[in-house]
């Protein structure tokens, strides 16, 4: 069968009009930076767009965008350990209340990471070509 002139191949990917260029993602700023296969080329470009996702992540983020830079560059999770309890029988009231403060500040950037995480996911996802994503 024929293949229709300017439609592409949705098998491969490129589910563009020939001359574009191949699947070009909405995000600004990561129009370029997409996840395909089908070609030797999209092993380097997969590189590429990892590292600048990992930089959108970095810039975008107020809260939390290393963690998620970080979780996107190692392809693991940062591991966010909570702060080690005082001994309350020999501890201060002033290290204890130190340390109540250390706990409540990870366990926010432990949710901010969490809530990051599910945008990375959306976000990853949104970089792959038609090809990757299921019918």
């Known amino acids: 069968m024929k293949k229709r002139e300017g439609i592409g191949n949705k098998r491969s990917g ?13 995000v ?3 129009e370029e930076h997409t996840f395909e296969y089908g070609s030797p080329k999209h092993v380097a470009k ?10 959108y992540f970095q810039k975008k983020y107020d809260k939390g965008g290393a963690e ?6 190692t392809i693991t999770m940062p591991n966010i350990a909570l702060p080690v309890e005082p001994d309350p029988t020999t501890a201060t009231l002033i290290e204890m209340e130190i340390w109540k403060n250390q706990y409540c500040r ?17 976000l990853v996802y ?10």
């Open 28 to 30: 600004v700023g990561l």
């Open 126 to 135: 949104n970089q792959c070509s038609p090809a990757y994503k299921p019918n």
């Open 106 to 122: 990870t366990n926010k950037k432990r949710a901010t990471l969490e809530d990051n995480v599910k945008q990375a996911y959306a």
């Open 14 to 26: 490129k589910a563009v009009p020939k001359g574009k260029g191949g699947f070009k993602s909405s």
């Open 68 to 73: 998620i830079a970080s979780a996107v560059r």
């Open 46 to 55: 997969f590189v590429e767009t990892q590292k600048q996702i990992a930089n």
